[in-house]
């Protein structure tokens, strides 16, 4: 091979080195597929990947399995997941539809409205006492009217739940049913309309926030003046 040959030869190998680097700088999303045929899809995080390979997981034949995907899947905190997770509640296993109800709850959003108003009158007493904890996460004045009518459920501790869920959502409209609840044959209730009672005439009881339990702030008692001047030095008279 002739000198001129093998200097073209290597020009030309260099240049597709220097393209490939600047490529990969400039695309960084770029699909890449190894040897054995992996590969990270564009613009796909592997968090991501995850969460869909969880939801398929929802259909595992082992009740334990799916059990652990829901719990996973709310503490991930994807709301990618809530439609997933909402269909789920038709689950044959009880534990499973409590389980989902608080995930529901946790990731929040209007999907998970309609699974957790149909929740409410589950055939399980913890499905609906779940159900009823999460509407009140939720925080949505359209669980309103649902929860006043599940405030005469058979069972004291869904009606102590669904009690305080209206409290948490703070709609005036629950006040008749808190007053009639005084009169409840169970103390538990009795005390959570109480309690209800004082939220929702509370001027100061406003949800600013669609989840009753925000991320606090990283500083809760910041320094009204974050920047002071330094103290003078002192002056000492001779």
């Not at 260099?14 to 393209?19: K, N």
């Not at 320094?223 to 002056?235: A, F």
């Amino acid at each position: 091979m002739s000198p001129l040959a093998v200097f073209v030869r290597t020009l030309l190998k260099s240049s597709a080195i220097f393209i490939g680097t600047a490529a990969i700088f400039l695309h960084p999303q770029l699909e890449f597929r190894s040897t054995s045929d992996t590969y990270v899809g564009a613009g796909q995080a592997p968090k991501e990947a995850a969460v869909d390979e969880l939801v398929r997981a929802l259909k595992d034949t082992d009740a334990g399995v799916r059990r652990q995907v829901a719990r996973t899947l709310a503490q991930m905190g994807n709301p990618r997941a809530v439609p997933a997770l909402a269909a789920a509640m038709k689950d044959a296993d009880p534990e499973m539809r409590a389980i989902i109800a608080s995930a529901l709850g946790e990731l929040g959003g209007s999907a998970a409205l309609p699974a957790l108003l149909d929740a409410l009158k589950d055939e399980n007493v913890t499905v609906r006492v779940r159900a009823a904890s999460a509407l009140g996460e939720l925080g949505d004045r359209g669980a309103v009217d649902a929860l006043i009518i599940a405030a005469k459920d058979k069972s004291a501790d869904v009606r102590k739940r669904v009690i305080s869920a209206l409290a948490e959502i703070g709609d005036s409209r629950a006040l008749d049913t808190f007053t009639a609840a005084l009169k409840d044959e169970d103390a538990s209730v009795r005390r959570a309309a109480a309690a209800a009672i004082a939220d929702v005439t509370d001027p100061g009881h406003l949800r600013s926030h669609p989840h009753p339990n925000p991320r606090p702030h990283p500083n809760p008692n910041p320094n009204p003046n974050p920047n002071p001047r330094p103290n003078p030095r002192p002056v000492v008279v001779w």
